[in-house]
């Protein structure tokens, strides 16, 4: 069984940059791609962008400005940065995996989420 | 504002059958599968029903999805207490290359 674990910060200053960090286990990496996913507090999900294990991005367009991901196959981890981050960047952010076809694709597995907050 | 369409509430009284929907365009529900997510409060969303209809491992058949056009529903029959839960859509969208999820319906069991 898959497991996910987001770790990073939970209180990020305004301009500042968020970083998190996703670590799996139960399985490999290796094979599949990988995403982050948001949700700000009373709205919906918000999908950030996914990573192959081999390095491939493709990032929301809304976001891809701000957003760099990585991945670590040696350490079965993926992470995320997002730079000059304000308060609508408040969220609970979740790492995932990424399954199925380019066009038939969903999200099989989930971390249990962070909750990251933009203040001063 | 989400690119898919749900109401923001729906509520039924236990063993009913309550019908969440959820509306798109062309470019996403009209031309790729839709998936459906379930998140427990405090939880992480788990995945429920994929590709239309297909039942996620370990999901009761009181879920179904189905698609007709550009739009897809979601139907919960004999509803129980367990079921209070913030419910997703999700797609496919090709003008964003990338997914996209309706704005969530929370049930409400009564």
């Known amino acids: 069984q898959v497991q996910l674990q987001e770790s990073g910060p939970g209180l990020v200053k305004p301009s500042g940059t968020l970083s998190l960090t996703c670590s799996v286990s139960?399985?490999?990496?290796?094979?599949?791609?990988w995403s982050w996913i948001r949700r700000p507090p009373g709205k919906g999900l918000e999908w950030i962008g996914n990573?192959?294990?081999?390095?491939?991005?493709n990032y929301n367009p809304s976001l891809k400005s701000r957003v760099t991901m990585s991945i670590d196959p040696s350490k079965n981890q993926f992470s995320l940065e997002l730079t000059s981050v304000t308060a609508a960047d408040t969220a609970v952010y979740y790492c995932?995996?990424?399954?199925?076809?380019?066009?038939?694709?969903?999200?099989?597995?989930w971390g249990q989420g962070i909750l990251v907050t933009v203040s001063s | 504002q989400s690119v898919l369409t749900q109401p923001p509430s729906a509520s039924g009284t236990p063993g009913q059958k309550v019908t969440i929907s959820c509306s798109g365009g062309t470019s996403n529900i009209g031309s790729n599968t839709v998936h459906w997510y379930q998140q427990l409060p405090g939880t992480a969303p788990k995945l429920l029903v994929y590709s239309h209809n297909q039942r996620s491992s370990g999901v009761p058949d009181r879920f179904s999805g189905s698609k007709s056009g550009n739009s897809a529903s979601l139907a919960i029959s004999g509803l129980q207490s367990e079921d209070e839960a913030d419910y997703f859509c999700a797609t496919w969208d090709d003008s964003l290359n990338g997914p996209v999820f309706g704005g969530g319906t929370k049930l409400t069991v009564l």
């Open positions: 995932a995996k990424k399954t199925g076809s380019y066009y038939d694709n969903y999200f099989d597995y």
């Open positions: 990573m192959y294990y081999t390095g491939t991005t």
């Open positions: 139960g399985g490999s990496i290796r094979g599949y791609y």
